[in-house]
């Protein structure tokens, strides 16, 4: 009960946060906002169709949707490294409530906002002429908050381990760029030189972005653009399961991370 | 281990690298005390504090607070600590009382307490009206008072306070103290300070002196002062250098020497005055008599005064603010 109370505090905090930095808010919009005028709009219709019915913007939107969530969960640690520079990181590491529910607190702070954003996108969505049916939306809601929780621990687990702004700076360009590039947010994933299928498939971030994709475009053509495992094309159920399992290693990495912090 | 002493430290080390921040450390507080950590910067002091909260492990050694070992026990060693520490640790981007309610949140003061708590220390150091801004609008000293009523909001078992009126002006300061006193009065809270200023000093039950890691001294104020005996004879001279080897030679006196005075210790002060005026070749400009302070207690200790470290922990501070501001940009 205590855990839960702490989980909420430090949760309602971080969404109190970010409810007053608007301007963060906006500018880790206009990327994404960006990529969908460019691509949904004025590149589509010089690039032909990737699968029956599937134009390059009808494929890019749920990549996109996927790019905005792991951008921003994984933007998430910065408030870790910010509160350590800032000293508030000690007011919260010598508080009574276990370190357990520090990290789950900030996770799920991560995920929410990711969420919030993400959901943003599917608002703005419409008015870059990209549509999509909303009765998908209380199954891809809760999939886009499972892939954002997943990334949020990973953001979080990376803030607490690394002190300072610069290198946290380094190693978050480092590591997003890639997570983006070999996720099959911009290009479907099959039919890849053999190194960059490697990496493609041990990219976590891949099957989250597939498991929306599958939900925005239907199963059927989202088939043919799919990924394949020795042969076998993963259903949604099994992106998620992947998704999932990576998560629980990083909510765990992130509450020993929080529960050795000097 | 007896189980009256509320806190327990026992050859308690800190290594940073090859330097000993905490050098074997031994020393008990009663339920109840004003125990008072004194010592020139880099002594130690917030070193050892952080291993007694927790943020901090010790390299070697043992601690308990409240019984609680604070290497296994952490979390019932939290329940029962509250802190100011040194360093600011506020969230600049909440308001006053968005702070004020995070930390009643995670110390789990009950709701009904909650709104009447943070009025009374909000009124204690704040301006009441400005509650509702953002910390990052407040001057330094307002942050610090924040800070400080923060600290004492759930009133904690054992409360760490480490140089907590740092940078504030004379009447909140007073108001503070009015404030912890009641507070050890009426709740028994145990107090554990580190201070710069003399007065704070005087308010501690018993103060151990640090230096380079180790406690060189631990008593009550009264017997810290009694250690450097007699009567403090201060006196400015023409030529100080000149005076200095004078007293040495024709007095067998050890002077000390600070800020333009000179100042030794004698066993019969008054009745030494006019023997001094009469026998000293070098010209005295002035000349006075005291009691021994703890100040004279600190330097003959650490060679330091403590009142220079008060400057110099306020000039650190603003050092610290200017390399913020510019961090920032
Ligand atoms: N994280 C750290 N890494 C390395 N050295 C440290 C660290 N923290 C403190 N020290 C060193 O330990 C020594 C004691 O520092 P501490 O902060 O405890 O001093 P202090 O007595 O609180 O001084 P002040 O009066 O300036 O606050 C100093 O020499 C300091 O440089
Ligand atoms: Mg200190």
Redesign the pocket.
């Known amino acids: 009960m205590n855990n839960l109370w702490g989980i909420y505090t430090i949760w309602y905090r971080d969404l109190l946060r970010f409810w007053r930095d608007k301007a963060r808010m906006v500018t880790s919009l206009a990327f994404p906002l960006l990529f969908l005028v460019v691509f949904g709009s004025g590149l589509s219709g010089s690039m032909g169709m990737l699968a029956p019915g599937v134009n390059f913007s009808k494929f890019i939107f749920p990549g996109i949707i996927g790019m905005t969530v792991l951008i921003t969960s994984f933007m998430s640690g910065v408030s870790v490294v910010w509160d350590r520079e800032f000293g508030f990181l000690k007011e919260v590491l010598v508080a009574p409530i276990s370190r357990v529910a520090v990290a789950a607190g900030k996770t799920l702070g991560g995920a929410t906002i990711a969420l919030i954003q993400g959901t943003l996108i599917l608002v703005f969505a419409p008015l870059f002429g990209v549509t999509f049916p909303l009765k998908i939306l209380p199954q891809l809601l809760p999939v886009m908050f499972l892939v954002a929780c997943a990334l949020s621990a990973m953001g979080i687990f990376l803030g607490s381990r690394i002190k300072s702004m610069e290198a946290h700076q380094a190693v978050m360009q480092l590591l997003m760029f890639p997570m983006i590039f070999l996720s099959g947010v911009f290009f479907p994933v099959n039919n890849l030189p053999l190194w960059m299928n490697v990496l493609v498939k041990i990219n976590p971030v891949t099957y989250g972005v597939d498991s929306i994709r599958q939900l925005v475009l239907g199963a059927e053509p989202a088939a043919a653009l799919g990924i394949t495992i020795f042969g076998h094309t993963m259903s949604i159920a099994e992106d998620l399961m992947i998704v999932a399992a990576f998560g629980v290693l990083m909510v765990v990495l992130a509450m020993w991370s929080f529960g050795s912090q000097e | 281990m007896s189980k009256s002493h509320i806190i327990e430290v026992e050859h308690l080390v800190?290594k940073?690298?090859n330097?000993a921040?905490?050098n074997d450390v031994t020393f008990s507080v009663e339920p109840g005390e004003i125990f008072g950590?004194l010592?020139?910067?880099?002594?130690?002091?917030?070193?050892?504090?952080?291993i007694l909260c927790t943020l901090?492990k010790p390299t070697s050694g043992k601690a308990l607070i409240n019984g609680f070992d604070i290497v296994r026990q952490q979390g019932q060693v939290r329940q029962c600590i509250g802190l100011v520490f040194?360093d600011p640790s506020l969230d600049e981007r909440l308001t006053a009382l968005e702070n004020l309610d995070f930390h009643s949140r995670v110390y789990n003061i009950p709701a009904s307490l909650r709104a009447e708590r943070t009025e009374q220390v909000l009124k204690m150091v704040e301006p009441w009206e400005r509650r509702r801004d953002v910390v990052k609008t407040f001057s330094g000293g307002m942050k610090r008072r924040l800070e400080l009523a923060r600290g004492l909001l759930h009133h904690p078992r054992v409360l760490f306070l480490?140089?907590p009126t740092l940078g504030l002006d004379p009447q909140t300061r007073n108001r503070l103290w009015e404030f912890i006193l009641g507070l050890q009065k009426t709740e028994g809270t145990t107090i554990f300070l580190?201070t710069?200023y003399m007065d704070e000093a005087e308010y501690a039950d018993r103060i151990a002196v640090?230096d380079y890691?180790q406690l060189i001294a631990l008593d009550s104020p009264e017997v810290l002062k009694g250690m450097v005996g007699g009567d403090m004879i201060s006196l400015s001279t023409t030529d100080d250098q000149k005076a200095q080897t004078e007293l040495k030679e024709r007095y067998n006196i050890q002077p000390e020497y600070d800020d333009g005075q000179i100042s030794f210790e004698i066993a019969d002060g008054s009745r030494f005055i006019p023997t001094l005026i009469k026998g000293l070749k070098t010209e005295i400009l002035s000349i006075s008599l005291r009691r021994p302070t703890l100040d004279d207690v600190f330097l003959k200790l650490t060679g330091h005064r403590l009142r220079d470290?008060a400057v110099?922990?306020e000039f650190?501070e603003i050092v610290r603010q200017m390399g913020r501001h510019q961090r920032r940009r």
């Open positions: 800190k940073y690298a330097l921040a905490v950590l010592g020139p910067n880099g002594a130690g002091k917030t070193t050892t504090i952080n901090s040194q480490d140089e580190t710069h640090m890691g470290e110099r922990s650190k």
